[in-house]
């Protein structure tokens, strides 16, 4: 089974929750048998941000002319994270929700696979059709404040968002671990985080154990 990864925060495990539950997720994982890792760091990665940039590119490679330097970066990148999606059997973002929503590279990986033909279809009555239905999102969020009450809950724009992709239109199943309060509540922010990561460890220890069941 390949396991995808990605990683959608650049602060210090010490100072971001997010990327304790990416480092919680990892150890837990990494002595399973019979899995495939890879990490792909949005924030390490070459990803020109998707535009009218790319789309000049896809009209240049059909007409056979040369592509210029970011044309280049920018096709290369898009073909990478699309590679890497379709690789993987379950892919696992580790992501903040920062400002309302998720980080500008992991938006941009977004941006890339999120292509008609690929990830989903529509049928000749018009209907949309997901393409990924045999593969699993597993979404590693933290936020500080509280939003999943009901008078919160529209303003979340972050693990909303992904779970409405992967999974309402790439059609994968989604499982989710988020951790959120620890910012509102920082008498109880120790408590929060260490429960959250134990439900991170769970998840990890689940996929090492019973790989041919996702």
Do not use: C
Request: no cysteine.
């Amino acid at each position: 089974m390949n396991i995808l990864v990605v990683k959608a925060n650049n602060r210090p495990a010490s100072e971001a929750i997010s990327s304790k539950m990416y480092e919680t997720f990892m150890e837990n994982i990494k002595d399973a048998k019979d899995l495939n890792i890879t990490t792909f760091d949005v924030f390490s990665e070459d990803m020109p941000y998707f535009g009218q940039d790319l789309f000049n590119a896809f009209g240049k490679m059909q007409n056979g002319e040369q592509l210029s330097d970011l044309e280049q970066r920018l096709v290369a990148a898009k073909q990478k994270a699309m590679d890497a999606l379709t690789a993987a059997d379950v892919v696992v973002f580790a992501f903040p929700l920062w400002n309302l929503t998720i980080p500008a590279p992991l938006q941009t990986f977004v941006d890339y696979v999120y292509q008609a033909g690929y990830a989903f279809k529509y049928s000749e009555e018009g209907q949309m059709i997901s393409l990924m239905t045999e593969k699993k999102a597993i979404l590693l969020n933290a936020r500080g404040g509280v939003y999943s009450t009901p008078e919160m809950a529209p303003m979340e724009m972050s693990a909303t968002y992904m779970r409405n992709v992967f999974g309402g239109v790439f059609g994968m199943s989604v499982e989710e671990v988020i951790i959120e309060g620890h910012n509102a509540m920082p008498d109880q922010a120790e408590q929060i985080v260490a429960q959250g990561l134990e439900k991170v460890a769970e998840v990890a220890k689940a996929l090492a154990a019973q790989p041919a069941t996702v």
